[in-house]
Structures are given as C-alpha cells and as structure tokens.
C-alpha cells in the first residue's frame, strides 16, 4: 500500500480563465454536478485498494470533503514544490515504513480507483521500486477518450504524449533539497531554463522528434540523477486535468452519469 498527497493549493486569480468558476476560491472546490471538484478524486482514492492514508495540502476540515480514508489536512505552502515537501514529510509521519508516496493533483476528476491501482500495478512490476514513476498518455488514447481536450503534448519519435497528474516519488528523493529535480519543478514555466538543466542536447533532439521515449526517460534520469520510468498510461481520465473552461465542462458531461449512479445508489 501506499500514501496518498492531494495537492489542492491552486487559487485562480483575476485573469485565469477558471475565476468566474471559483469566486476567489481554491480551485479544487469549483462545482461538478453539486460535489467540489476535489470530492471526485478523493472518491477515486477512496475505491482504491493501494491507498491508505490521504494527505489534502491547500484545504482545511472545514472544506466539507470526505473519503473513506482516513484524512488528513494541511495548509498551503505557497509554492508547488513546498506543498509537496511538506505533504511528503506528513506521510512518512503517517507511516514510516513506506518508502514512496503517491502524488494526485485535485484537478482530475475523471479519475476511478481502478486507474489509481493501476498505476500502483505498474510501478509493483519493477523488482526494486525506482524514485519517479510519471505518466504519459499517447495522444491517440487522449483524442478518442476526450475528443476536444486541447491538451499540450511532448513530440518525441513515433509518439505524441502528454503527462499525467498522477505519479509516484521516493519520499527520501522528494526531499533532498539539493537535488537537481527541485530545481526543474521550479522552473516549469521556462522551458529554457529547463533545457540548460536537463542540456541542450536533449532539448534539441526532443525539438527535432529524434528522441523516442526510452531514449528521453534515459538522458532525463541520468541528468537528475534519479531513477525513474515513464508509465504509458492506457487510462486519458490521468491525463485529463482541468485548466480551462471548455475542459471543466467535458468534465461536467463525463460525470453526469455517475452522479445519477451515486444518486440512484444512495
């Protein structure tokens, strides 16, 4: 099994297009179908037979959500990586004895508890687990799954991907702070930045198409000083997280049927 961090600390400001969706608001809280957006996640972890405590970083108790896990809340740390420091250090509170953790964005909500057992099924595969497992769904998987999406992807040779929010980490690789991982999450809004970390090499051959994706996970890895493997994800609801109008209401249509479940159910 394996602990779980929810990280929920995204507030859209004036200009984000979801504002008008949230009020002011965390951005995990905007509406489906009457649940907060959160709420569909925390269900998916909650069916699933890998997780067993959740750890929701941005929120607090008095945000109304439940799981038939055990939860725990922290508050926002301000910055992406800081919230996955911290979340990090109270999993491993929570249960010294795993060694990884699970790493779940509050905004896929399409997400069941057997695509979350899948990835944990993955992972299992490898006889020693690596530091980063990290998803990608091939762009055939995403256009048929959620046609419209508009999702950005990487082009490496014979695939399109585009990643998923879902991974998992070496709790000890997660929070060596002098790893140069670190400093690529910082950096996720440049992309030259990025490239003079992981070298212009790379950064040239993935712009010319020449890197398949073995060949990219390999320089990426070796340049971190990790070791990881990408998951080539057969579900796109991992890769399907919601950062604009038009995908909130792709969302909004997929959910409708099961809420009438759950509805029907209760």
């Known amino acids: 099994m394996i602990n779980a961090i929810v990280t929920a600390g995204g ?7 979801l504002y008008e969706y949230s009020n002011g608001d965390s951005k995990a809280l905007i509406e489906i179908h009457g649940r907060p957006m ?25 945000s109304g959500v439940t799981c038939s896990k055990p939860l725990h809340f922290l508050g926002n740390q301000g910055k ?5 420091r911290v979340g990090t250090q109270e999993a491993q509170r929570l249960d010294p004895s795993f060694t990884h953790v699970m790493i779940v964005s509050s905004d896929i909500p399409a997400i069941t508890g057997e695509m979350v057992d899948w990835v944990m099924e993955a992972a299992m595969e490898d006889e020693e687990l690596l530091d980063i497992y990290y998803n990608v769904v091939p762009r055939e998987v995403m256009e048929e799954r959620f046609p419209g ?10 695939m399109d991907v585009c990643g998923g929010d879902l991974s998992i980490g070496r709790i000890s690789t997660i929070l060596d702070e002098k790893a140069i991982w670190t400093k ?40 971190l000083e990790v070791t990881g493997r990408a998951l080539v994800c057969p579900y796109a609801e991992i890769g399907m997280d919601v950062d604009k109008p038009a995908q909130l209401e792709i969302m ?13 159910a209760a």
């Open 38 to 62: 959160i709420q569909w996640v925390l269900d998916a972890l909650g069916e699933s037979r890998s997780v067993k405590n959740i750890v929701i970083i941005g929120l607090s108790p008095q």
């Open 149 to 158: 999406s508009k999702r950005t992807y990487t082009h490496l040779k014979g």
């Open 184 to 223: 690529l999450i910082a950096y996720r809004k440049s992309p030259l930045r990025q490239a003079a970390l992981i070298g212009l090499d790379t950064f040239f051959l993935l712009a010319l198409r020449r890197l398949t994706l073995e060949d990219a996970v390999e320089r990426v890895t070796r340049r």
């Open 11 to 17: 507030i859209p400001l004036p200009e984000d297009p």
């Open 80 to 84: 992406m990586l800081d919230n996955i």
């Open 252 to 264: 909004r249509r997929e959910l409708r049927p099961r809420r009438r479940k759950k509805k029907a």
